[in-house]
C-alpha cells in the first residue's frame, strides 16, 4: 500500500496539537527531530482514539523515511520511487528492515509549504485521505518510521517534506 499527498490543506493553529510539542511548528534544519516527533505522536494519537495499539518507531523504518524525505528534497521530486528508481521496499531494505514471512509495508508522503509544512497540517491531510488513513489506522501495522527534511520538492520554500513508513511485525 501506498500513498502520496502533494499539500497538507489546514490552516495553522495552535503551537501544540493533540498534546503532540512542536505540532505546529514548520521544520527548520534545527528542528527536524522535534517535527519528526510530533508526527509520530500525532499519529499514534489518531490510532489510540479509535482504539489501536500505538505504534512503536524501528530504526530501520526510521532510516529509510529519513533518507527519503532529505533525497526528495535535494533532488527535486516527489514519489515513492527514489531518482535512482528503488522501491519503497528497497529502500526499506537497505536501511535494514528485514521482513518476516508476509510481512506487509505501507508509505505515507506529504508535503507543505509556510504553515501548510507542519507535522499537525501533514497527518490532518494524510487522515482526509483514505488512502493515508488506511495506512495510519491499519490494525496490523506496529512499526513506524518517520523522516522529516526541511523545505519542499522544487520551490524555494520554507515547509516540510515527510516520509511515513509503516510496517506490520
Not at 4 to 32: D, F, N
Not at 71 to 99: C, E, I, K
Request: with cysteine; aromatic share 6%; net charge positive.
Amino acid at each position: 500500500m501506498a500513498a502520496c499527498l502533494p499539500a497538507a490543506s489546514l490552516a495553522a493553529g495552535a503551537r501544540t496539537a493533540g498534546g503532540c510539542a512542536y505540532a505546529r511548528h514548520v521544520p527548520t534544519a534545527a528542528t527536524v527531530d522535534k517535527a519528526r516527533r510530533a508526527t509520530v505522536c500525532l499519529i499514534n494519537a489518531r490510532r489510540v482514539a479509535r482504539g489501536l495499539r500505538p505504534l512503536r518507531v524501528v530504526p530501520a523504518l526510521q532510516r529509510a523515511a529519513q533518507r527519503h524525505s532529505q533525497d526528495m528534497v535535494r533532488r527535486n521530486y516527489f514519489s515513492h520511487s527514489s531518482r535512482t528508481g528503488a522501491s519503497p521496499g528497497q529502500r526499506l531494505r537497505s536501511a535494514g528492515w528485514r521482513a518476516r514471512g508476509s510481512s506487509l509495508f505501507a508509505e505515507n508522503l506529504a508535503w507543505g509549504a509556510g504553515s501548510f509544512g507542519d507535522a499537525q497540517s501533514i497527518v490532518a491531510g494524510w487522515m482526509r485521505s483514505r488512502g493515508h488513513r488506511a495506512n495510519i489506522l491499519h490494525p496490523g501495522f506496529r512499526a513506524l518510521g518517520v523522516g522529516v527534511a526541511a523545505g519542499v520538492p522544487g520551490r524555494r520554500a520554507r515547509g516540510g517534506t515527510y516520509t511515513a513508513d509503516f510496517a506490520t511485525p
